[in-house]
């Protein structure tokens, strides 16, 4: 059984982090349970460990170095984060795999509101596609991203983990250049039109958790 937190209000990321790994050791060592913990951040932007210096365009939030696989990202209120502290290693040492039963759940969760979420090659994260909005100039179909993923492993244990765009204030992400990706842009379930709120995103998670990645989440 994994454990699931929900924080109300916004948690500093200083906070959180320092929490992640605390938990993150204390699984290691076998002295706590796995956690999935849901929270928002006030605005702020993080910069993993492929991030470019050229890819922050406007540091008008606080910029933290999140040391986990990815680029630059933005996190802030409106916004769901997802952080798992998991045990990859009893999962099977299988990175890949894990890495891709989280966009699987993202996706299952997704399609709880008919939102049809897609991966694309060489493109992290969690994308719907866009056919109301003009194509690119070489003619692709316009794509937004609705979901970010990002993890770090220590002793096998992950943290950090997903964040998935409900209302967030999405002139916030202008400030960098999302993961590095250009030409597509950044949607929410409220910018598709849909009346969701933080609490049936949570429902939608818990439910799709089993399927995706093989645990049971707690009723």
């Known amino acids: 059984m994994v454990e699931w937190r929900t924080s109300p209000g916004l948690v500093p990321y200083e906070e959180a982090l320092a929490a992640?790994?605390?938990?993150?050791?204390?699984?290691?060592?076998?002295?706590?349970?796995?956690?999935?913990?849901l929270l928002e951040h006030?605005?702020?932007?993080?910069?993993?460990?492929?991030?470019?210096?050229?890819?922050?365009?406007?540091?008008?939030?606080?910029?933290f170095e999140a040391r986990r696989g990815g680029q630059y990202t933005y996190h802030g209120p409106g916004q769901r984060v997802?952080?798992?502290?998991?045990?990859?290693?009893?999962?099977g040492h299988d990175v890949?795999?894990?890495?891709?039963?989280?966009?699987?759940?993202v996706i299952a969760a997704l399609a709880e509101f008919n939102v049809t979420g897609v991966i694309r090659e060489g493109?992290?994260?969690?994308?719907?596609?866009?056919p109301e909005k003009p194509p690119l100039p070489d003619?692709?179909?316009?794509?937004?991203?609705?979901?970010?993923?990002?993890?770090?492993?220590r002793k096998w244990v992950s943290f950090h983990g997903i964040s998935i765009n409900v209302e967030p204030d999405l002139s916030?992400?202008?400030?960098?250049?999302?993961?590095g990706v250009t030409g597509h842009g950044v949607t929410s379930l409220v910018d598709l039109g849909l009346p969701v709120t933080m609490d049936d995103l949570d429902v939608a998670l818990r439910r799709s958790f089993e399927a995706?990645?093989?645990?049971r989440a707690p009723a």
Do not use: N
């Open 123 to 130: 493109r992290v994260g969690v994308w719907v596609e866009r």
């Open 172 to 179: 916030h992400f202008s400030g960098i250049v999302p993961c």
């Open 82 to 91: 997802v952080y798992v502290m998991l045990d990859v290693g009893r999962r």
């Open 212 to 215: 995706a990645m093989g645990e």
């Open 20 to 37: 992640m790994e605390a938990r993150v050791e204390a699984i290691s060592r076998g002295e706590a349970e796995e956690l999935v913990w």
């Open 42 to 63: 006030p605005p702020l932007y993080t910069a993993g460990t492929s991030a470019r210096d050229e890819d922050l365009l406007d540091a008008r939030f606080p910029v």
């Open 96 to 105: 890949r795999r894990f890495v891709q039963q989280l966009e699987g759940w």
């Open 139 to 153: 003619g692709a179909p316009r794509e937004d991203k609705i979901a970010a993923i990002g993890i770090r492993l």
